[in-house]
């Protein structure tokens, strides 16, 4: 097949070409019926092209056209055996992997340093997670993935596990040795499911980590949106070999999706992937050449540390190009700090910062230009550095997590807010994430121990900030009312 054929962007051109008179959805029938406001905004060709299915169209969900065409050349591209577009983010790609994999009553053996979308998907297939804890590197307090050890215990103690479930790369751009973990998993005859929203570049430039599927993982999602520019929410999945129960998973797929996928998405991921496979390689040999250079000065920052390579123990993990992470610890600034001057008084927006770092997503869409006013900004913010706080560089001991219920049952149990002082020895009903390193200290159906107790409250003294309570503040936590459940 032609990988410069675009199936979906000639499907909705052809379709459009034929003048229709529309009686059918989406009812703005090709902005005719939307409201001006919003035409003036988006303009008149984002409502022609808007469509979802209608004959002369395709099926996501049976594709026999445009979509199975474009899923086709999708698959050939990634080296899959067979690849699905995805209209709600690698979110679904996620739940719809572990809902193929595993169910209720079953183990599944998952990276405590998962997105939210996995925990999501234990509470979808009702499946026990068993987590492996990971590394964190010393000097910047980013996640290095679990260590050999712990990989290959966690599999020994639970031989009946179903699949083994991995981020990577992770969100600040680690990238894991997923050939020997795919080695190694398979030696136990389950499936490696691999969380690669991060990656959907991979495989396409030799200085790159091989991609999941290079590595011999049985099944990935990736998040095109983030890295390939595809829009919001548009990502794939693909999966090979026959460790993966396909019909499960097209089911799954089914569950989780909508019967009207937007055209828009699914357009913009074929127009992706024909990116990548024509000028992917040119374009990331300028992502590399910009983002190495950008390192190397601002590791020339006083108090600013970008990492180059980071070695784990079990890992060999070499950062990404597409993330620019630049740690301020040694810096005395607080990594939030710095991300509200960047905003304020440069117009900066990071995608992301915590006390210790702040993370930059660098892709096609940017240029050196762009690159020299960051470093210049950081420069300015860094000689700054005695007017602002400074950070406490504890590193934390994680107790082991101890899953009293499964996911499922926590989501579904009454719950009761309460003091997070008095929360010792009740079962959260949350996910406590601290940031930095951004693992989980808590998930949902896990028993708070004083020792977690105590650590949160450690924590918050030293401006770590958490993700997935309510109650950000983290003053009061939701548990599981035990005796309800
Ligand atoms: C590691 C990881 N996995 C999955 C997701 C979900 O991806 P999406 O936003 O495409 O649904 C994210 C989102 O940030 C992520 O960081």
């Known amino acids: 097949m032609k990988h410069n054929n675009i199936p979906l962007i000639e499907a909705l051109l052809e379709y459009n070409k034929k003048n229709m008179l529309r009686f059918h959805t989406p009812g703005h029938k090709g902005g005719k019926g939307a409201e001006k406001t919003i035409k003036d905004i988006f303009g008149k060709n984002v409502f022609l092209y808007d469509l979802t299915e209608v004959d002369g169209l395709d099926d996501l969900h049976n594709p026999k056209a445009a979509i199975m065409k474009a899923q086709e050349l999708l698959s050939e591209v990634y080296g899959s055996d067979r690849s699905f577009f995805l209209v709600n983010g690698a979110t679904t790609g996620v739940e719809a992997m572990l809902m193929a994999a595993a169910g209720p009553g079953e ?54 596990a179903k699949a083994l479930f991995i981020v990577s790369p992770t969100y600040f751009g680690i990238c894991y040795d997923l050939k020997s973990i795919s080695d190694i998993v398979h030696e136990h005859n389950i499936p490696l499911i691999v969380d ?85 390689r040119r374009e990331f040999d300028r992502i590399i050449s910009m983002v190495r250079d950008a390192r190397v000065r601002i590791n020339n920052i006083t108090g600013l540390f970008s990492p180059q390579i980071m070695i784990g123990d079990f890992t060999i993990a070499v950062p990404d190009y597409t993330k620019l992470t630049v740690n301020v610890r040694d810096s005395g600034l607080n990594g939030k700090r710095v991300a509200y001057i960047l905003r304020n008084e440069y117009k900066i927006q990071p995608e992301f910062a915590d006390r210790d770092n702040l993370l930059f997503i660098i892709t096609c869409g940017d240029n050196p230009n762009k690159i020299e006013a960051l470093i210049d900004a950081l420069k300015s913010i860094a000689r700054m550095n005695k007017t602002v706080e400074s950070t406490n560089k504890a590193d934390w001991v994680y107790p082991a997590p101890k899953v009293e219920i499964i996911p499922r049952d926590a989501f579904f149990a009454h719950k009761r807010r309460v003091e997070l002082k008095k929360a010792a020895g009740l079962i959260s009903a949350e996910t406590v994430a601290p940031y930095p390193p951004g693992v989980p200290l808590l998930a949902p159906g896990e028993r708070i121990t004083p020792e977690i107790v105590e650590l949160i409250l450690q924590m918050e003294e030293n401006g770590i900030q958490f993700h997935g309570p309510e109650d950000t503040r983290l003053e009061t936590i939701k548990t599981v009312e035990e005796s309800l459940q």
């Open 107 to 160: 183990e599944v053996v998952i990276d405590r340093n998962c997105h939210y979308s996995a925990i999501n998907g234990l509470i979808l297939n009702g499946a026990t997670p068993v987590y492996m804890m990971p590394e964190i590197d010393k000097r910047t307090g980013l996640v290095l993935g679990p260590s050999r050890h712990t990989l290959i215990q966690t599999l020994k103690k639970h031989p009946g």
């Open 196 to 280: 690669e929203a991060h990656g959907p570049h991979l495989g396409f430039h030799p200085d790159f980590a091989v991609s999941a599927m290079q590595a011999g993982a049985d099944a990935c999602c990736q998040s095109p949106h983030k890295i390939l520019g595809s829009f919001t929410q548009s990502s794939w999945l693909h999966v090979k070999g026959n460790m993966i129960d396909l019909e499960r998973l097209k089911k799954a797929l089914q569950v989780l999706q909508s019967s009207s996928p937007s055209y828009l998405l699914m357009a913009s991921l074929d127009s992706a992937r024909f990116f990548v496979s024509s000028r992917g």
